[in-house]
């Protein structure tokens, strides 16, 4: 299962209306996927919504360290391609963040995603939640 900010973000705040839901997905997860800008956006999003820093930084930390999710870390080259994804898709208002994801989940061969964005959609991807 791919991690998107959205879904990471029901997960830890406990006021939102897809939190138990995004809890439970990440519970049966056997794997997990995600990437730095991923974490990066999920940390400027929380801390706009007034959750704790703390408590976002230690989220951050544990998904990093769990045994059962892995971090791609966005170099040049994934950066490049993301950039040449948004060119070809001027159409679609993804965001850079976004078009890694899709490259990302395209060269794991993943299909869902723990997400509320309807951008995984219009990639053809699986959103696991409903906004």
């Known amino acids: 299962m791919f991690l998107d900010t959205s879904g990471l973000l029901c997960s830890l705040d406990r006021g939102d209306r897809n939190h138990d839901s995004a809890i439970e997905f990440l519970a049966i997860a056997d794997w997990r996927l995600t990437h730095n800008l991923v974490l990066t956006e999920l940390v400027a999003l929380a801390?706009?919504?007034g959750l704790s820093r703390k408590r976002t930084l230690q989220f951050t930390n544990d998904l990093r360290d769990s045994p059962i999710t892995d971090v791609v870390f966005v170099n040049e080259e994934i950066h490049e391609q993301a950039v040449d994804l948004?060119?070809?898709?001027?159409?679609?208002?993804?965001?850079?963040?976004?078009?890694?994801?899709?490259l990302v989940m395209r060269e794991w061969r993943m299909r869902d995603a723990l997400t509320t964005d309807h951008h995984f959609e219009q990639a053809g991807y699986h959103r696991l939640l409903i906004p």
């Open 86 to 102: 948004l060119e070809h898709r001027l159409d679609k208002d993804w965001s850079l963040c976004d078009a890694v994801s899709f």
């Open 47 to 49: 801390t706009a919504r």
